[in-house]
């Protein structure tokens, strides 16, 4: 597992990362959040070994990524996926990657299937390759060596639908055959999907840690029905909170199970009943970064 201690990292007066700690578990994805300049890349560069640490520890199953013999064996690494040589074909990243490694050529195959990449696309130049391809390739990359931990920055940039769904999937897959990941992103409703545990960080510290269900616990409901007014009497009558959404039905402080049973009694069908932390992760984020956010913009129109 990747464990963090009082870490810390400043660049003249800037603080760059103040006093973080955290613990990454084997068999779970924790999802590590925060706004441009939180100093999420920062903290994963210490990890890997790429940006000496001010103060405190970061290891990696007890381990500093510099002291593990061969650590690509055991940690895979996709921090900047534009960082691989732009006039090698995919084929022949992966196969120099095995011989430094001492992995069997045959892996680049396994690793080529792993991440969806084509005989033919693997064959091109990797100049060619749109963000989402030198994605997959930074992907197989960072699993050539059968890694017991993953560490990945942005992993979905550049990544179509398709393509996040089958990264989720990937991961979800590789934690449970007991590997520990952790994963930087924006998209925060794929943290959401796939992640089991949570750290938030704004300003280099750590604002908010824990599982993904400690965190949004509480969090509510989205509800529609065949009948909002009359759902939203019910609601009213029940002394349950609650606001309109934009799309129909509404956001309820409550947990689904007590809403369907406020419908049920009041006689309304419901088209739709779910946990509200999807939509209340990005609410979350937003609170305990606000501190961090740039200003929002004010459009000012051009008098004519």
Request: aromatic residues 4%.
């Amino acid at each position: 597992m990747i464990e963090v201690k009082n870490l810390s990292k400043r660049y003249g007066d800037f603080v760059a990362v103040d006093d973080v700690s955290f613990t990454c578990k084997p068999g779970r994805v924790t999802g590590f959040l925060g706004p441009n300049g939180a100093g999420k890349s920062t903290t994963m560069r210490i990890i890997t070994g790429l940006t000496p640490a001010g103060t405190g520890t970061a290891t990696i199953n007890g381990v500093a990524y510099r002291d593990i013999p061969n650590p690509a064996t055991r940690v895979g690494v996709l921090l900047d996926a534009s960082a691989q040589h732009a006039g090698r074909t995919g084929a022949e990243i992966l196969r120099l990657t095995a011989m430094t490694i001492g992995a069997p050529q045959s892996r680049v195959d396994e690793a080529l299937d792993m991440v969806s990449l084509t005989a033919e696309e693997a064959g091109r130049r990797v100049r060619n390759y749109s963000l989402g391809m030198r994605q997959r390739l930074g992907i197989a990359n960072a699993l050539l060596g059968d890694p017991q931990v993953l560490i990945l920055d942005e992993p979905a940039n550049g990544l179509d639908p398709a393509g996040i769904h089958w990264m989720r999937t990937l991961l979800r897959q590789y934690a449970d055959r007991g590997g520990a990941v952790l994963l930087s992103s924006h998209l925060l409703h794929e943290i959401e999907i796939i992640a089991d545990d949570l750290i938030v960080i704004g300003h280099g510290r750590i604002v908010a840690q824990g599982t993904k269900e400690e965190l949004l616990a509480g969090t509510g409901a989205v509800v529609r029905s065949a009948d909002d007014q009359r759902l939203g009497q019910a609601l009213y009558t029940a002394g349950i909170p609650f606001h309109e959404r934009q799309d129909g039905g509404f956001t309820v402080e409550q947990t689904p199970d007590v809403v369907g049973v406020v419908a049920r009694d009041a006689g309304v069908a419901l088209v739709e009943l779910r946990g509200g932390d999807g939509a209340r992760l990005e609410e979350m984020f937003l609170q305990l970064t606000q501190q961090t956010q740039r200003e929002q913009p004010t459009f000012q129109g051009v008098q004519r």
